[in-house]
């Protein structure tokens, strides 16, 4: 066995923590920030409050981001960034403003495009801007991960931009940040945390340590999602669902993730599933599929957990996703039959060759044929 396992990203965790950014900046020496904000939180007073509390080291805020950030969008930010002189970037929001953040600090100081660095995969050879991470979904693990996913609405293309330069300075992980986020959203991203969880678990290039992040996370997640779902005032469901969504990110930072991945790409380029809820969609049917791979290495994960195999690992993730009204069904997430075919080729994604069963186009078909 070998592995390398680095994380040159500093965590701070816990309620409240955002108050203390004043001096979280002041430690780091950053001043002349940038925040990238989710526009929601134009709306809502948050991102004002931010910039408030940064006591004055943060002179402006980027905005004019989507979910699945476009590299267009990205682009504009880039600019904002060089227009301001910007000394580091705050980035406020979920995998989508993370990932926007990343991407543009260190464009901007290149003379490239986005595309370059994406699509036209150029190396990234040098460090760009600090970013100080602030996630509000439990989530995405982005705030720990070295990768931003863009899409890429011209091309058709939605994938990641990659390089150990895009790792934050520091994450500062406030579960008090996400009480406001809605329903659908908080079983979305929640799923979201398992898929990163058994992936990294369950990838050709897993490693122990992830192993392990990779069990406490789907624990968690499994005894805290639903509670987190029904109420999300609910404190302590969402602080359990914030460690869940950190140790999975690390979980599938190193291992990367595998075929449910891969198939929510086209899931949510060309059926607008939301990024978890797309990753969902094929989980169980993979757990069921993996479950006797490199040994019952799956069966292994799903027994530590407490259940009586992977098939029953597998049934309580479906009952969830019915639960917390996720779409578990070709017609529910309006995939007609004649599509099957074209869906199974854009699944293709290299993250396919990282799940522990072939995934075949065959198989591709016969998973997504049993989803009536
Ligand atoms: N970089 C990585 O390692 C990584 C890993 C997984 C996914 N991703 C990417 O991240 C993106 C998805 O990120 P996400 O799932 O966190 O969702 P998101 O950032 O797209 O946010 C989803 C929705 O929730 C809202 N929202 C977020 N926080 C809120 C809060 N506290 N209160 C109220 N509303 C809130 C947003 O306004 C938005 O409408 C996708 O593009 C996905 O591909 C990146
Ligand atoms: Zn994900």
Same mark, same amino acid.
């Given at each position: 066995m070998d592995f390398v396992y680095t994380l040159p990203v500093k965590i701070v965790f816990g309620g409240?923590?955002?108050?203390q950014l004043s001096g979280i900046l002041g430690a780091a020496g950053l001043d002349g920030g940038l925040l990238v904000s989710d526009p929601a939180f134009r709306r809502n007073g948050l991102a004002d409050r931010v910039i408030a509390l940064s006591g004055g080291k943060i002179a402006g805020c980027f905005s004019e981001l989507s979910p699945n950030p476009d590299v267009e969008e990205v682009e504009c930010c880039v600019a904002t960034v060089r227009e301001s002189g910007a000394g580091f970037l705050v980035a406020l929001g979920g995998g989508s403003s993370m990932d926007c953040a990343k991407a543009a600090s260190v464009v901007a100081? =290149?003379?490239?495009?986005v595309r370059h660095f994406h699509?036209?995969?150029?190396?990234?050879?040098e460090p760009g801007l600090p970013v100080i991470a602030v996630p509000t =979904?439990?989530? =995405?693990?982005s705030e720990v991960t070295n990768v931003a996913v863009l899409t890429d609405a011209a091309k058709n293309f939605k994938g990641p931009m990659a390089s150990?330069?895009?790792?934050?300075?520091l994450a500062i992980v406030?579960?008090?940040?996400?009480?406001?986020?809605?329903k659908q959203v908080t079983a979305s991203t929640g799923l979201d945390v398992l898929s990163h969880a058994l992936e990294g678990y369950w990838s050709?290039?897993?490693?122990p340590i992830c192993d392990a992040m990779a069990l406490y996370a789907a624990d968690l997640v499994f005894k805290h999602l639903e509670t987190a779902y029904r109420d999300g005032s609910d404190i302590g469901a969402r602080e359990q669902m914030c460690v869940a969504s950190l140790l999975a990110g690390l979980a599938f930072a190193h291992p990367k993730t595998a075929a449910s991945h891969a198939c929510s790409f086209p899931l949510t380029?060309?059926?607008? %599933?939301?990024h978890g809820e797309a990753c969902a969609f094929t989980l169980d049917w993979l757990i069921r599929v993996n479950a006797g791979a490199e040994g019952g290495r799956v069966e292994h994960f799903a027994r530590k957990l407490g259940f009586a195999d992977a098939a029953a690992m597998a049934d309580r993730t479906l009952a969830m996703k019915k639960a917390m009204g996720m779409r578990y069904t070709l017609a529910g997430a309006g995939i007609?039959?004649?599509d099957l075919e074209q869906l199974a080729e854009l699944c293709?994604?290299? !993250? %396919?060759? !990282? !799940?522990?069963v072939e995934m075949t186009r065959e198989r591709l078909l016969e998973m997504f044929e049993s989803m009536q």
């Open positions: 409240n923590k955002i108050e100081g =290149t003379d490239r495009t699509s036209e995969k150029g190396l990234i050879r =979904t439990a989530g =995405t693990g150990d330069y895009m790792y934050v300075k406030d579960p008090t940040l996400t009480v406001s986020v809605p050709r290039n897993h490693q380029n060309v059926y607008h %599933l939301p007609a039959q004649a293709k994604h290299p !993250n %396919l060759l !990282n !799940n522990p």
